[in-house]
């Protein structure tokens, strides 16, 4: 019986430790709600009916970035910086639409939101996307 007192708060603790993860919840970036939703064929967001394509939108801690991978495949990224979530800049995808960059400590991260040029050496907190019909569904 005394082995399983011990184990319990062992567990506990193991589980918690392995539960975070940089793509999720980075604990330097504050936890907003997410729940939103995005016609891929409003006019608000013509980018978004192309390859590459990317929107802005206004929810999240600093903001979101949608990146449309294909047809039926789309990201949404926090426009923190997981450099340093502190600044006033917000992450922008560059003109070139290769990559996403922080203009404030020149950060890099690819349209699949991984490092790609540092000070940064985490991945940019992604959001759940889900796409039914034309309506692409962002969540946390």
């Not at 939703?37 to 903001?63: C, F, M, T, W």
């Not at 426009?79 to 917000?90: E, G, M």
């Not at 560059?94 to 490092?115: A, E, H, M």
Request: charged content about 15%.
């Amino acid at each position: 019986m005394r082995s399983k007192r011990l184990l319990l708060p062992l567990l506990a603790i193991l589980t918690g430790a392995c539960s975070k993860d940089s793509n999720n919840n980075s604990p330097i970036i504050p936890y907003v709600p997410v729940n939103t939703q995005v016609s891929i064929n409003s006019q608000l967001y013509p980018d978004l009916r192309q390859d590459g394509g990317y929107a802005y939108l206004p929810e999240g801690y600093k903001g979101i970035i949608v990146v449309r991978q294909n047809a039926g495949s789309y990201l949404a990224f926090e426009r923190t910086c997981t450099y340093d979530p502190t600044n006033n800049c917000v992450l922008e995808v560059d003109p070139s639409r290769l990559y996403i960059t922080d203009p404030c400590c020149g950060s890099q991260f690819n349209l699949q939101g991984q490092v790609i040029g540092g000070p940064a050496i985490s991945a940019l907190v992604q959001y759940r996307t889900s796409l039914v019909a034309s309506t692409l569904y962002i969540s946390n």
